[in-house]
Protein backbone atom coordinates (compact mmCIF):
# COMPACT_ATOMS: atom_id res chain seq x y z
CA UNK A 1 0.00 0.00 0.00
CA UNK A 2 1.45 3.72 -0.72
CA UNK A 3 2.68 5.72 2.39
CA UNK A 4 0.39 8.35 2.67
CA UNK A 5 2.35 11.40 2.95
CA UNK A 6 -0.75 14.06 3.54
CA UNK A 7 -3.09 13.47 5.99
CA UNK A 8 -6.78 15.17 5.96
CA UNK A 9 -6.12 15.11 10.19
CA UNK A 10 -2.41 16.86 10.06
CA UNK A 11 -2.95 19.96 12.41
CA UNK A 12 -6.80 19.82 11.92
CA UNK A 13 -8.55 21.73 14.77
CA UNK A 14 -11.04 19.43 16.32
CA UNK A 15 -14.15 20.80 18.22
CA UNK A 16 -15.17 18.68 20.58
CA UNK A 17 -19.11 18.03 21.46
CA UNK A 18 -21.19 16.30 23.81
CA UNK A 19 -24.38 14.89 21.25
CA UNK A 20 -27.05 14.84 24.36
CA UNK A 21 -25.96 18.62 25.27
CA UNK A 22 -25.25 20.30 21.71
CA UNK A 23 -28.89 20.69 20.24
CA UNK A 24 -32.29 19.20 20.37
CA UNK A 25 -33.89 18.51 17.09
CA UNK A 26 -36.97 16.77 18.29
CA UNK A 27 -37.86 18.83 21.33
CA UNK A 28 -37.89 16.25 23.65
CA UNK A 29 -34.92 18.08 25.96
CA UNK A 30 -31.81 15.30 24.85
CA UNK A 31 -29.45 16.52 22.37
CA UNK A 32 -29.25 14.49 19.04
CA UNK A 33 -27.48 13.78 15.65
CA UNK A 34 -30.02 16.07 13.52
CA UNK A 35 -29.24 18.82 15.85
CA UNK A 36 -25.58 18.22 15.10
CA UNK A 37 -26.33 18.39 11.62
CA UNK A 38 -28.12 21.13 11.92
CA UNK A 39 -25.64 22.99 13.19
CA UNK A 40 -22.93 22.19 10.69
CA UNK A 41 -23.31 25.94 9.09
CA UNK A 42 -22.15 27.34 12.58
CA UNK A 43 -19.37 24.70 12.59
CA UNK A 44 -18.07 25.96 9.16
CA UNK A 45 -18.60 29.57 9.70
CA UNK A 46 -16.33 29.03 13.43
CA UNK A 47 -13.42 27.14 11.17
CA UNK A 48 -13.19 23.94 12.55
CA UNK A 49 -11.83 20.83 10.57
CA UNK A 50 -13.15 18.22 12.71
CA UNK A 51 -16.04 17.12 15.01
CA UNK A 52 -15.36 14.91 18.06
CA UNK A 53 -18.79 13.14 19.23
CA UNK A 54 -18.60 11.53 22.32
CA UNK A 55 -19.86 8.23 22.86
CA UNK A 56 -23.12 8.05 20.79
CA UNK A 57 -24.53 4.47 21.77
CA UNK A 58 -26.87 2.91 23.86
CA UNK A 59 -25.92 3.07 27.31
CA UNK A 60 -27.55 3.21 30.95
CA UNK A 61 -25.61 6.06 30.62
CA UNK A 62 -23.83 5.71 34.51
CA UNK A 63 -20.77 7.39 33.15
CA UNK A 64 -22.14 9.59 30.13
CA UNK A 65 -22.79 6.87 27.86
CA UNK A 66 -18.75 5.35 28.09
CA UNK A 67 -20.83 2.58 29.41
CA UNK A 68 -22.04 0.80 26.70
CA UNK A 69 -24.59 -1.45 25.62
CA UNK A 70 -24.43 -2.18 22.24
CA UNK A 71 -21.17 -1.20 20.46
CA UNK A 72 -22.91 -1.01 16.78
CA UNK A 73 -25.86 0.59 17.45
CA UNK A 74 -26.59 4.30 18.58
CA UNK A 75 -28.83 5.50 21.39
CA UNK A 76 -32.04 5.85 20.27
CA UNK A 77 -32.50 8.82 22.25
CA UNK A 78 -29.49 10.63 20.05
CA UNK A 79 -31.43 9.04 16.49
CA UNK A 80 -30.10 5.96 14.38
CA UNK A 81 -28.15 4.86 11.74
CA UNK A 82 -29.73 6.87 9.28
CA UNK A 83 -29.35 9.88 11.13
CA UNK A 84 -25.54 8.81 11.34
CA UNK A 85 -25.31 8.39 7.77
CA UNK A 86 -27.18 12.37 7.04
CA UNK A 87 -24.42 13.69 9.90
CA UNK A 88 -21.51 11.91 8.20
CA UNK A 89 -22.86 13.09 4.65
CA UNK A 90 -23.73 16.64 5.49
CA UNK A 91 -20.27 17.06 7.41
CA UNK A 92 -18.39 16.29 4.41
CA UNK A 93 -20.07 18.23 2.03
CA UNK A 94 -19.42 21.45 4.54
CA UNK A 95 -15.70 20.17 4.87
CA UNK A 96 -16.05 18.66 8.40
CA UNK A 97 -14.51 15.09 9.37
CA UNK A 98 -16.39 13.18 12.01
CA UNK A 99 -14.49 11.63 14.73
CA UNK A 100 -16.24 8.98 17.08
CA UNK A 101 -15.59 8.44 20.96
CA UNK A 102 -14.36 4.28 20.88
CA UNK A 103 -14.71 2.35 24.64
CA UNK A 104 -12.08 -0.83 23.70
CA UNK A 105 -11.51 -1.06 27.66
CA UNK A 106 -14.90 -1.60 29.20
CA UNK A 107 -18.63 -2.41 28.73
CA UNK A 108 -21.64 -1.44 30.37
CA UNK A 109 -22.59 -4.05 33.47
CA UNK A 110 -25.81 -4.51 31.36
CA UNK A 111 -23.90 -5.36 28.27
CA UNK A 112 -25.01 -8.93 26.77
CA UNK A 113 -21.66 -10.22 26.79
CA UNK A 114 -21.54 -9.19 30.67
CA UNK A 115 -24.52 -11.20 31.52
CA UNK A 116 -23.68 -13.79 29.56
CA UNK A 117 -19.98 -14.43 31.28
CA UNK A 118 -21.33 -13.94 34.84
CA UNK A 119 -23.97 -16.94 33.89
CA UNK A 120 -20.93 -18.92 32.08
CA UNK A 121 -19.46 -21.79 33.27
CA UNK A 122 -15.75 -20.77 34.86
CA UNK A 123 -12.78 -20.75 32.71
CA UNK A 124 -15.07 -20.59 29.31
CA UNK A 125 -14.80 -18.23 26.24
CA UNK A 126 -17.58 -16.53 27.64
CA UNK A 127 -16.74 -16.26 30.99
CA UNK A 128 -13.74 -14.97 30.43
CA UNK A 129 -14.70 -11.90 28.29
CA UNK A 130 -14.29 -10.12 31.13
CA UNK A 131 -11.27 -10.46 33.96
CA UNK A 132 -12.23 -12.45 36.92
CA UNK A 133 -10.68 -13.09 40.46
CA UNK A 134 -11.81 -14.91 43.47
CA UNK A 135 -10.50 -12.39 45.84
CA UNK A 136 -9.92 -8.84 45.27
CA UNK A 137 -6.08 -8.32 45.38
CA UNK A 138 -4.68 -8.72 42.10
CA UNK A 139 -3.15 -5.57 40.24
CA UNK A 140 -2.03 -3.75 43.69
CA UNK A 141 -0.58 -1.41 41.80
CA UNK A 142 -2.85 0.06 39.47
CA UNK A 143 -4.21 3.31 41.41
CA UNK A 144 -8.01 3.61 41.26
CA UNK A 145 -9.17 6.67 39.00
CA UNK A 146 -12.43 7.60 40.33
CA UNK A 147 -11.45 7.72 43.67
CA UNK A 148 -14.12 9.75 44.77
CA UNK A 149 -16.36 6.97 43.28
CA UNK A 150 -14.84 3.86 43.83
CA UNK A 151 -12.28 2.88 46.58
CA UNK A 152 -11.63 -0.31 44.33
CA UNK A 153 -11.06 -1.51 41.19
CA UNK A 154 -12.67 -4.84 41.96
CA UNK A 155 -16.62 -5.51 42.49
CA UNK A 156 -18.04 -9.12 43.90
CA UNK A 157 -20.53 -10.33 41.80
CA UNK A 158 -22.64 -12.86 43.24
CA UNK A 159 -24.31 -14.32 40.26
CA UNK A 160 -20.88 -15.65 39.12
CA UNK A 161 -19.65 -16.06 42.41
CA UNK A 162 -16.03 -13.97 41.74
CA UNK A 163 -14.67 -10.58 41.41
CA UNK A 164 -14.82 -8.60 38.27
CA UNK A 165 -12.18 -5.87 37.32
CA UNK A 166 -13.13 -2.40 36.90
CA UNK A 167 -10.99 0.12 36.14
CA UNK A 168 -13.62 2.85 35.98
CA UNK A 169 -17.21 2.89 37.69
CA UNK A 170 -18.50 -1.07 38.90
CA UNK A 171 -20.69 -0.22 36.10
CA UNK A 172 -17.98 -0.51 33.80
CA UNK A 173 -16.41 -4.10 33.93
CA UNK A 174 -13.64 -4.18 32.08
CA UNK A 175 -12.94 -6.30 28.85
CA UNK A 176 -10.38 -9.15 29.08
CA UNK A 177 -8.43 -8.83 26.30
CA UNK A 178 -6.53 -11.65 26.78
CA UNK A 179 -9.13 -13.42 25.31
CA UNK A 180 -8.66 -13.41 21.74
CA UNK A 181 -12.34 -13.62 21.05
CA UNK A 182 -12.50 -10.16 22.76
CA UNK A 183 -9.96 -8.68 20.79
CA UNK A 184 -11.96 -9.95 17.62
CA UNK A 185 -15.30 -8.35 18.59
CA UNK A 186 -13.76 -5.46 18.98
CA UNK A 187 -11.64 -4.91 15.73
CA UNK A 188 -15.47 -6.12 14.39
CA UNK A 189 -16.51 -3.13 16.04
CA UNK A 190 -14.02 -0.89 14.47
CA UNK A 191 -14.83 -2.21 11.12
CA UNK A 192 -18.68 -1.47 11.33
CA UNK A 193 -18.13 1.92 12.06
CA UNK A 194 -15.32 2.21 9.14
CA UNK A 195 -17.96 0.79 6.83
CA UNK A 196 -20.40 3.69 7.75
CA UNK A 197 -17.81 6.50 6.53
CA UNK A 198 -16.65 8.14 9.87
CA UNK A 199 -13.64 9.58 9.78
CA UNK A 200 -11.82 8.80 13.12
CA UNK A 201 -11.67 7.43 16.55
CA UNK A 202 -10.77 8.66 19.83
CA UNK A 203 -9.57 5.99 21.43
CA UNK A 204 -10.70 6.07 25.35
CA UNK A 205 -8.69 5.10 28.07
CA UNK A 206 -6.89 2.82 25.80
CA UNK A 207 -3.61 2.58 28.67
CA UNK A 208 -5.82 -0.12 30.29
CA UNK A 209 -6.42 -2.88 28.04
CA UNK A 210 -4.24 -5.32 29.58
CA UNK A 211 -3.21 -6.18 33.16
CA UNK A 212 -0.40 -7.33 34.54
CA UNK A 213 0.40 -7.78 38.41
CA UNK A 214 3.49 -5.76 39.94
CA UNK A 215 2.46 -2.63 37.48
CA UNK A 216 0.15 -0.11 37.28
CA UNK A 217 -1.51 -1.79 34.22
CA UNK A 218 -0.72 1.05 32.35
CA UNK A 219 1.03 1.02 28.50
CA UNK A 220 2.21 -2.63 28.69
CA UNK A 221 3.28 -4.38 25.50
CA UNK A 222 0.05 -6.45 25.03
CA UNK A 223 -1.62 -3.25 24.61
CA UNK A 224 0.50 -1.73 21.98
CA UNK A 225 0.78 -4.98 20.28
CA UNK A 226 -2.96 -4.98 20.22
CA UNK A 227 -3.20 -0.97 19.00
CA UNK A 228 -0.59 -2.11 16.17
CA UNK A 229 -3.27 -4.72 15.04
CA UNK A 230 -6.18 -2.30 15.27
CA UNK A 231 -4.28 -0.16 13.10
CA UNK A 232 -3.30 -2.61 10.71
CA UNK A 233 -6.97 -3.24 10.66
CA UNK A 234 -7.92 0.69 9.83
CA UNK A 235 -4.88 0.86 7.16
CA UNK A 236 -6.10 -2.37 5.19
CA UNK A 237 -9.50 -0.38 4.77
CA UNK A 238 -7.15 2.24 3.05
CA UNK A 239 -8.85 5.43 4.25
CA UNK A 240 -7.37 8.01 5.76
CA UNK A 241 -9.02 7.39 9.10
CA UNK A 242 -7.80 9.17 12.03
CA UNK A 243 -6.74 7.34 15.47
CA UNK A 244 -6.57 9.28 18.54
CA UNK A 245 -5.41 7.93 22.02
CA UNK A 246 -6.56 8.98 25.02
CA UNK A 247 -3.67 8.00 27.57
CA UNK A 248 -3.82 10.66 30.46
CA UNK A 249 -0.06 9.89 31.13
CA UNK A 250 3.40 11.85 31.12
CA UNK A 251 4.64 12.09 27.51
CA UNK A 252 7.35 9.71 27.91
CA UNK A 253 4.57 6.90 28.38
CA UNK A 254 2.22 8.16 25.78
CA UNK A 255 4.89 8.76 23.19
CA UNK A 256 5.20 4.90 22.78
CA UNK A 257 1.41 5.57 21.54
CA UNK A 258 2.58 7.56 18.39
CA UNK A 259 5.11 5.15 16.95
CA UNK A 260 4.66 4.57 13.35
CA UNK A 261 2.71 1.34 13.17
CA UNK A 262 0.39 2.28 16.13
CA UNK A 263 -1.60 5.27 16.36
CA UNK A 264 -1.57 8.68 14.76
CA UNK A 265 -2.17 11.33 17.59
CA UNK A 266 -2.39 11.15 21.32
CA UNK A 267 -3.53 14.02 24.07
CA UNK A 268 -1.09 15.56 25.66
CA UNK A 269 -2.35 16.23 28.47
CA UNK A 270 1.34 17.08 30.69
CA UNK A 271 1.06 20.32 28.41
CA UNK A 272 -2.11 21.30 29.20
CA UNK A 273 -1.30 20.74 32.83
CA UNK A 274 1.88 23.01 32.00
CA UNK A 275 -0.30 25.56 30.64
CA UNK A 276 -2.29 25.72 33.50
CA UNK A 277 0.87 26.22 35.91
CA UNK A 278 2.72 28.46 33.52
CA UNK A 279 -0.27 30.83 33.96
CA UNK A 280 -0.85 30.58 37.44
CA UNK A 281 2.63 31.36 38.30
CA UNK A 282 3.55 33.46 35.29
CA UNK A 283 6.81 31.76 34.25
CA UNK A 284 6.93 29.81 31.33
CA UNK A 285 10.49 27.73 32.28
CA UNK A 286 8.76 24.19 32.84
CA UNK A 287 6.38 24.78 29.91
CA UNK A 288 9.79 25.22 27.69
CA UNK A 289 11.18 22.30 28.84
CA UNK A 290 7.76 20.15 28.81
CA UNK A 291 7.18 21.43 24.88
CA UNK A 292 10.80 20.50 23.94
CA UNK A 293 10.39 17.13 25.53
CA UNK A 294 7.42 16.64 23.79
CA UNK A 295 8.69 17.27 20.46
CA UNK A 296 12.03 15.68 21.05
CA UNK A 297 9.74 11.96 21.90
CA UNK A 298 7.52 13.30 19.19
CA UNK A 299 8.28 15.75 16.58
CA UNK A 300 5.82 17.20 14.15
CA UNK A 301 1.92 17.56 14.76
CA UNK A 302 0.88 14.59 16.49
CA UNK A 303 -0.27 16.01 19.65
CA UNK A 304 -3.42 16.60 20.25
CA UNK A 305 -3.64 19.87 22.56
CA UNK A 306 -6.70 20.52 24.64
CA UNK A 307 -7.36 23.02 26.88
CA UNK A 308 -10.49 21.60 28.55
CA UNK A 309 -12.70 18.69 27.35
CA UNK A 310 -15.90 16.78 29.52
CA UNK A 311 -13.88 15.08 32.20
CA UNK A 312 -12.32 17.04 35.55
CA UNK A 313 -9.39 19.54 34.01
CA UNK A 314 -6.71 16.12 35.02
CA UNK A 315 -3.66 16.68 37.54
CA UNK A 316 -3.14 13.90 38.47
CA UNK A 317 -1.61 11.95 41.77
CA UNK A 318 1.97 13.06 40.66
CA UNK A 319 2.69 10.88 38.36
CA UNK A 320 1.19 13.64 34.69
CA UNK A 321 3.30 15.95 36.54
CA UNK A 322 5.22 16.69 39.23
CA UNK A 323 3.33 17.63 43.04
CA UNK A 324 4.77 20.70 42.74
CA UNK A 325 2.90 21.89 39.50
CA UNK A 326 -0.48 20.16 40.35
CA UNK A 327 -0.59 22.85 43.62
CA UNK A 328 1.00 25.98 41.22
CA UNK A 329 -2.17 25.10 39.54
CA UNK A 330 -4.44 24.54 42.46
CA UNK A 331 -3.34 27.80 44.38
CA UNK A 332 -2.81 30.06 41.21
CA UNK A 333 -6.43 29.27 40.32
CA UNK A 334 -8.87 30.83 43.41
CA UNK A 335 -12.01 29.33 41.83
CA UNK A 336 -10.48 26.00 41.63
CA UNK A 337 -11.01 26.05 45.47
CA UNK A 338 -14.00 23.21 46.49
CA UNK A 339 -13.81 21.82 42.64
CA UNK A 340 -11.59 19.22 42.94
CA UNK A 341 -12.94 15.98 41.76
CA UNK A 342 -11.06 12.64 40.89
CA UNK A 343 -7.63 13.68 40.17
CA UNK A 344 -8.51 17.34 39.06
CA UNK A 345 -10.61 20.87 38.86
CA UNK A 346 -14.24 20.31 37.65
CA UNK A 347 -14.48 23.35 36.27
CA UNK A 348 -15.23 25.17 32.53
CA UNK A 349 -12.44 27.33 31.39
CA UNK A 350 -14.13 30.68 31.44
CA UNK A 351 -15.05 30.20 35.59
CA UNK A 352 -11.84 29.34 36.35
CA UNK A 353 -10.36 31.85 34.76
CA UNK A 354 -12.85 33.86 36.93
CA UNK A 355 -14.54 35.10 33.39
CA UNK A 356 -11.13 37.02 32.74
CA UNK A 357 -10.70 36.90 28.79
CA UNK A 358 -7.07 37.88 27.94
CA UNK A 359 -5.56 34.47 30.02
CA UNK A 360 -8.65 32.86 27.93
CA UNK A 361 -7.89 34.13 24.40
CA UNK A 362 -3.66 33.72 25.42
CA UNK A 363 -4.63 29.81 26.01
CA UNK A 364 -6.12 29.45 22.73
CA UNK A 365 -3.75 31.67 21.22
CA UNK A 366 -1.11 29.13 22.00
CA UNK A 367 -3.38 26.34 21.67
CA UNK A 368 -3.65 27.36 17.52
CA UNK A 369 0.18 28.33 17.23
CA UNK A 370 1.86 25.20 18.95
CA UNK A 371 2.58 22.08 17.00
CA UNK A 372 -0.24 19.42 17.19
CA UNK A 373 -4.02 19.09 16.93
CA UNK A 374 -6.43 21.87 18.91
CA UNK A 375 -8.96 20.12 20.39
CA UNK A 376 -11.79 23.07 21.30
CA UNK A 377 -14.31 21.99 23.89
CA UNK A 378 -18.15 23.01 22.79
CA UNK A 379 -19.05 26.41 24.38
CA UNK A 380 -15.66 27.49 24.77
CA UNK A 381 -15.73 29.52 22.15
CA UNK A 382 -18.38 31.38 23.94
CA UNK A 383 -16.72 31.27 27.13
CA UNK A 384 -19.11 29.31 28.68
CA UNK A 385 -20.13 28.69 31.99
CA UNK A 386 -20.52 25.65 34.31
CA UNK A 387 -23.18 24.36 36.95
CA UNK A 388 -21.18 23.35 40.25
CA UNK A 389 -22.93 21.29 42.42
CA UNK A 390 -24.37 18.83 39.51
CA UNK A 391 -23.02 15.11 39.70
CA UNK A 392 -19.88 14.16 38.97
CA UNK A 393 -18.66 15.85 35.28
CA UNK A 394 -22.06 17.40 34.37
CA UNK A 395 -21.12 21.04 35.77
CA UNK A 396 -19.10 21.05 32.34
CA UNK A 397 -21.58 19.25 30.31
CA UNK A 398 -24.33 21.37 29.82
CA UNK A 399 -26.25 22.71 27.13
CA UNK A 400 -24.63 24.66 24.59
CA UNK A 401 -26.33 27.95 24.58
CA UNK A 402 -26.69 28.94 20.81
CA UNK A 403 -29.62 32.00 21.09
CA UNK A 404 -31.72 34.05 24.42
CA UNK A 405 -34.57 32.21 23.92
CA UNK A 406 -35.68 29.45 25.96
CA UNK A 407 -33.35 26.82 27.04
CA UNK A 408 -30.83 29.13 25.17
CA UNK A 409 -31.84 27.93 22.26
CA UNK A 410 -30.47 24.05 23.02
CA UNK A 411 -33.88 22.73 23.28
CA UNK A 412 -37.56 23.71 23.03
CA UNK A 413 -38.56 21.10 25.77
CA UNK A 414 -39.76 21.93 29.24
CA UNK A 415 -37.78 22.98 31.57
CA UNK A 416 -37.51 19.36 33.62
CA UNK A 417 -37.36 17.36 30.58
CA UNK A 418 -33.60 18.99 29.85
CA UNK A 419 -30.86 16.63 29.76
CA UNK A 420 -29.10 19.36 32.29
CA UNK A 421 -29.89 22.83 33.32
CA UNK A 422 -28.96 25.47 30.67
CA UNK A 423 -26.39 28.22 32.21
CA UNK A 424 -28.17 31.14 34.53
CA UNK A 425 -25.13 31.83 36.78
CA UNK A 426 -24.33 35.44 36.88
CA UNK A 427 -22.05 36.42 33.96
CA UNK A 428 -22.66 33.36 32.33
CA UNK A 429 -26.09 33.62 31.79
CA UNK A 430 -27.60 32.21 28.47
CA UNK A 431 -29.59 35.42 27.64
CA UNK A 432 -26.11 37.01 27.37
CA UNK A 433 -23.11 34.47 26.25
CA UNK A 434 -24.84 32.52 23.80
CA UNK A 435 -23.80 32.16 19.85
CA UNK A 436 -26.61 34.88 18.68
CA UNK A 437 -25.80 37.15 20.45
CA UNK A 438 -21.89 37.19 20.30
CA UNK A 439 -22.14 36.48 15.98
CA UNK A 440 -23.35 40.00 16.37
CA UNK A 441 -20.71 41.78 18.32
CA UNK A 442 -18.13 42.06 16.43
CA UNK A 443 -15.21 41.87 19.64
CA UNK A 444 -17.21 38.70 21.26
CA UNK A 445 -15.09 35.87 22.28
CA UNK A 446 -17.00 33.86 19.52
CA UNK A 447 -16.06 36.39 16.84
CA UNK A 448 -12.16 36.09 18.21
CA UNK A 449 -12.18 32.17 17.37
CA UNK A 450 -13.79 32.41 14.20
CA UNK A 451 -10.50 35.22 13.09
CA UNK A 452 -8.45 33.29 15.33
CA UNK A 453 -9.46 29.82 13.14
CA UNK A 454 -9.23 31.98 9.70
CA UNK A 455 -5.97 33.07 10.10
CA UNK A 456 -4.64 29.53 11.42
CA UNK A 457 -6.10 28.71 7.63
CA UNK A 458 -4.09 31.09 5.86
CA UNK A 459 -1.16 29.42 7.83
CA UNK A 460 0.12 26.38 6.69
CA UNK A 461 3.26 27.05 8.88
CA UNK A 462 0.63 26.64 12.37
CA UNK A 463 -0.85 24.15 11.08
CA UNK A 464 2.09 21.89 9.63
CA UNK A 465 5.26 23.86 10.34
CA UNK A 466 8.50 22.43 12.49
CA UNK A 467 8.56 23.99 15.74
CA UNK A 468 11.33 25.94 17.15
CA UNK A 469 11.65 27.54 20.85
CA UNK A 470 13.25 30.96 20.65
CA UNK A 471 14.87 32.64 23.31
CA UNK A 472 13.20 35.22 25.27
CA UNK A 473 14.79 36.96 27.75
CA UNK A 474 11.77 37.64 30.13
CA UNK A 475 10.65 34.78 32.33
CA UNK A 476 7.07 35.42 31.17
CA UNK A 477 6.99 35.25 27.55
CA UNK A 478 6.99 32.13 25.36
CA UNK A 479 8.74 32.67 21.95
CA UNK A 480 8.79 30.17 19.21
CA UNK A 481 8.83 29.69 15.67
CA UNK A 482 6.66 27.47 13.23
CA UNK A 483 8.39 26.87 9.74
CA UNK A 484 7.48 25.36 6.42
CA UNK A 485 9.07 26.01 3.46
CA UNK A 486 8.59 29.61 2.53
CA UNK A 487 6.73 30.95 5.77
CA UNK A 488 7.65 31.62 9.43
CA UNK A 489 5.58 32.66 12.06
CA UNK A 490 7.43 33.78 15.12
CA UNK A 491 4.65 33.80 18.28
CA UNK A 492 5.50 35.05 21.15
CA UNK A 493 3.14 35.11 24.69
CA UNK A 494 3.23 36.76 27.89
CA UNK A 495 2.39 34.13 30.52
CA UNK A 496 2.29 36.88 33.15
CA UNK A 497 -0.34 38.89 34.79
CA UNK A 498 1.68 42.02 33.92
CA UNK A 499 2.64 44.01 30.94
CA UNK A 500 6.68 42.62 29.65
CA UNK A 501 9.26 44.28 27.82
CA UNK A 502 11.63 42.07 26.40
CA UNK A 503 14.32 41.91 23.41
CA UNK A 504 13.89 38.32 21.59
CA UNK A 505 16.40 37.14 19.36
CA UNK A 506 15.41 37.23 15.70
CA UNK A 507 19.55 37.35 14.38
CA UNK A 508 18.39 34.03 11.45
CA UNK A 509 16.02 36.44 10.03
CA UNK A 510 17.89 39.86 10.04
CA UNK A 511 16.72 42.43 8.06
CA UNK A 512 13.25 40.41 7.42
CA UNK A 513 9.74 42.10 7.14
CA UNK A 514 8.09 41.75 10.52
CA UNK A 515 4.12 41.80 9.85
CA UNK A 516 1.85 41.38 12.65
CA UNK A 517 -0.78 38.68 11.22
CA UNK A 518 -3.86 39.58 13.71
CA UNK A 519 -3.55 42.93 13.88
CA UNK A 520 -2.50 42.74 10.30
CA UNK A 521 0.08 45.79 11.75
CA UNK A 522 3.87 46.35 10.58
CA UNK A 523 6.86 46.05 12.96
CA UNK A 524 10.41 46.68 12.84
CA UNK A 525 12.46 45.05 10.35
CA UNK A 526 13.98 41.76 12.36
CA UNK A 527 17.29 41.54 13.95
CA UNK A 528 19.21 39.85 17.04
CA UNK A 529 17.89 42.30 19.63
CA UNK A 530 14.50 43.09 18.57
CA UNK A 531 12.61 44.53 20.79
CA UNK A 532 8.72 44.34 21.79
CA UNK A 533 6.60 44.64 24.47
CA UNK A 534 3.56 42.37 25.46
CA UNK A 535 0.38 43.34 27.64
CA UNK A 536 -0.37 41.31 30.04
CA UNK A 537 -1.26 37.98 28.91
CA UNK A 538 -0.63 39.23 25.72
CA UNK A 539 0.50 37.92 22.62
CA UNK A 540 1.70 38.22 18.68
CA UNK A 541 1.90 36.01 15.28
CA UNK A 542 4.53 37.54 13.60
CA UNK A 543 4.54 36.95 9.68
CA UNK A 544 8.20 36.71 9.17
CA UNK A 545 9.67 37.06 5.72
CA UNK A 546 6.82 36.59 3.79
CA UNK A 547 7.94 34.71 0.86
CA UNK A 548 5.14 32.39 -0.38
CA UNK A 549 2.67 33.50 2.21
CA UNK A 550 -1.06 32.74 1.57
CA UNK A 551 -1.68 35.51 4.20
CA UNK A 552 -0.55 37.96 2.27
CA UNK A 553 -2.19 37.85 -0.76
C1 LIG B 1 -12.21 8.53 29.68
C2 LIG B 1 -13.33 9.51 29.44
C3 LIG B 1 -14.16 9.66 30.67
C4 LIG B 1 -14.72 8.32 31.07
C5 LIG B 1 -13.60 7.29 31.21
C6 LIG B 1 -14.14 5.90 31.30
O1 LIG B 1 -11.30 9.01 30.57
O2 LIG B 1 -12.81 10.74 29.01
O3 LIG B 1 -15.19 10.58 30.51
O4 LIG B 1 -15.41 8.44 32.26
O5 LIG B 1 -12.73 7.30 30.09
O6 LIG B 1 -14.64 5.49 30.06
Redesign the pocket.
Do not use: K, P
Given at each position: MAIRTEHWWTGCVIYQLMPRSFADSDGDGIGDLAGITSKLPYLRWLGVDAIWLTPIYPSPLK??G?DITDFTAIHPELGDLADLAELLEQAHHHDIRVILDL?L??TSLLHPWFQRARWAPSGSVERDFYVWRDDDRSYADAPVLFRHFEDSNWEWDPVAGQYYLHR?LRH?PDLNYDNPAVQEEMLTVVDFWLDRGVDGFRL??VPFLFERDGTRCEGLPETHAFLRRLRARVDAGGRDVLLIA?A?QPVRESAPYLADDELHAAFDFEITAQLFAALAHGQCGELRHCLMHAQAQVPGCRWALPLR???ELWLGDGHLVDESVVQTVVNGFPNARGHWLNWGINRRLAPLLNGDPRPNTLLHGLLYSLPGLPCLYYGDELGMGDWPGLRD?DPNRTPMAWTSERNGGFSTAPDPLLVLPPITAPGYDYRVVNVEVQQQLSGSLLNWHHRMLTSRRLLPALRQGGFELLTSRHPSVLCYARVTDGMTVVVAANLGATGASTSLDLGRWSGSRVREVLAGCEFPPASDDWFVYLNAYGFFWWLVGEQGSEASS
Open positions: DGYVNHFQDAEINHDR
